[in-house]
Structure formats: C-alpha cells, structure tokens
C-alpha cells in the first residue's frame, strides 16, 4: 500500500525520535567518555581532527567549526580541524598515491601524542577512514569512532584506549540523524566541563 505524502513524512520523522531514544541506551556512556577524553586533551594544548566521506564530512567540518567558533556559549575558540576541507591536498594524496590515503597522510602529518581523531563511517567500512584510524595509532592518537549498524571493520580496529560511538540502527539516514545529535552532545559536553557547569 502506498503511503500519501503527508504519512511519509510523518514516519520520518517518527522513526528518527525512535532510533534517536533507542540509541540512548547504548551511547550516553560512551559519548560522555568521548567528551572526557577530548576534553582533556584540548586542556592539555592538543587538537581534535575529524574525517569521514560525503555526510560524514560535512558531520566533521560541522564538529570542527562549533569547536573553532562556538557551539551555543561564548568561550576562547577550541582546536579543531576537518580533514575533509583541502581540495589541493585531498586532490594531490588521492592523485599522486591512493584515495585511501587522504586523511591518513594528514593525520601522519599534523598529529602528535595526546592528540584525538573523530574517525566518522556510517557503515564503519570507509577505507580511508581505516587508514586515518592506523596513522592514528602509529602517532598516539586516541580515537573517537563514530559508526553505525556493527561497526564494520572499524570496530575490529579499536584499541582498549579508543572509543567507539556505534548507532544501533541499519538505515544510513537514521544513522546519520544519531551521528549529529552525538556531535551536538560531544559540543555541549566540552563547553558545559571547560566552562565549569558539569563535572
């Protein structure tokens, strides 16, 4: 049977709030110790990069620019970087090696000890995304996975210092949904402990 346009609509939007509540579950433990870790290490003068392909790149540039600027208080500007942003470096990696190497070849380059790398993959399959996740940890930087249905091979990859953020859900888009809502958390998380309103 075929839903009108207006019932379509309506069940986006209910199965967003229910994948987004039963996600809740499994998540809030983890994102809060996702927003410790990348709050300690922005206290500490490190940086958080971010990657991820099409969405998830836009998810990474959205996370680095409310840490950069702000997110909803006002406060010092915060040590972000998206590596999805630089069109002659992505170009020239992706042409002159491989398309996998594009964020690696970044993370080898910019990141040092202490440093965070939020690794974003829906399917938790992107290769270069897994390649970045290596660079990571041969640099002894922590990363923050956020995935969604298994994990996919990313979760395989995660060392007992890593943390993974992994959406219960199948479809992409709901997936994405929880991936921006944890963005948001992660946000209000490192304002509300370096502003001194949590602990």
Partial sequence: MNLSLANRIQQQFTESATTKLAALASMAIPIEEAVRCMTASLKAEGKIMACGNGGSA?????????????????????????????????????NDYRYEDVFAKQVQALGRKGDVLLAISTSGNSPNVI???????????????????????????????????????????????????????????????NLGETQ
């Fill in 58 to 94: 836009a998810d990474s540039q959205h996370f680095a620019a409310e840490l950069l600027n702000r997110f909803e208080k006002e406060r010092p500007p915060l040590a972000a970087i998206a590596l999805t942003t630089d069109t002659s470096t992505l170009t020239s990696i992706a």
């Fill in 131 to 193: 390649e970045a996740i290596h660079a990571a940890h041969a640099r002894g930087v922590t990363v923050v996975a956020l995935t969604g249905r298994s994990g996919g091979k990313i979760a395989a990859l995660l060392s007992v210092n890593d943390i993974h953020l992994c959406v219960p859900a199948e479809r992409t888009a709901r997936i994405q949904e929880v991936h921006l809502l944890t963005i948001h958390c992660l946000c209000d998380g490192i304002d509300a402990l």
